[in-house]
């Protein structure tokens, strides 16, 4: 079967560096995503990864490692903006997207 | 204008009562697909749907129904409202030309079963 796992909830501090981790099991991988999910609101794109490494947008960036079923974002500079909940996605074999619960992620000033 | 609209944005209705949920979008995307949200849990398929006469189960697919009226237009449908189908429903897009597969969400429709 496939599952996703990542913390349900983290506190960082204003200005400070998190990273949120995704661990995941499956049979079949076409890649993985990052979505933020504001309250309220629908998820937005944040990052997709297909091979090993690291991937940098500005000051998010994505970690994949497909033999140990893991990824991570990372968040530098965090402002209050980034207080959202952080969703990972796997894309199975047949090319469908398996979710996790969502990262609540709590911005203190 | 958001380029993928959900109609209605909120509802509140009784169990028993027929719902339908509408989406559109000006994305000219190929592919729709609609997800259900609770708290606490991932995003849920519903339904998806490939192409106009393309219609698929998601993995809850069970006391809704869908239909894909035009390339841009997917409707999601209770046919008999129940309580626990309370929740934030989204519509989403992609467009298969794209290899991320990346989703566009509508802004979702909270609906509330009496």
């Known amino acids: 079967g496939q599952n996703i796992d990542q913390p349900t909830e983290m506190t960082a501090t204003e200005g400070a560096i998190v990273q949120i981790n995704c661990t995941y099991q499956t049979s079949g991988f076409n890649g993985l995503f990052w979505y933020q999910q504001h309250a309220g609101e629908a998820p937005t794109f944040l990052s997709y990864n297909v091979l090993d490494g690291l991937e940098e947008k500005g000051r998010f960036s994505s970690f994949l490692s497909r033999s140990k079923g893991y990824s991570y974002l990372l968040l530098k500079e965090l402002q209050m903006k980034d207080s959202a909940s952080y969703l990972c996605a796997l894309m199975d074999s047949n090319y469908q997207l398996i979710w996790g619960a969502g990262t609540k992620l709590i911005i203190k000033p | 204008d958001a380029d993928v609209t959900q109609t209605p944005r909120n509802r509140i209705t009784k169990t028993g009562k027929r719902i339908m949920l509408e989406c559109s979008q000006t994305?000219?995307?190929?592919?729709m697909y609609w997800y259900r949200q609770d708290p606490g849990l991932g995003l849920q398929l519903i339904y998806y749907s490939f192409d106009v006469k393309d219609i698929n189960k998601g993995e809850i697919s069970d006391g809704y129904s869908v239909s894909r009226q035009a390339q841009a237009k997917f409707s999601l449908s209770l046919e008999s409202a129940i309580p626990n189908q309370t929740a934030l429903y989204f519509c989403a897009t992609s467009d298969s030309r794209l290899h991320t597969g990346e989703l566009f969400f509508g802004e979702g429709s909270r609906l509330t079963v009496l």
């Open positions: 994305k000219g995307h190929d592919r």
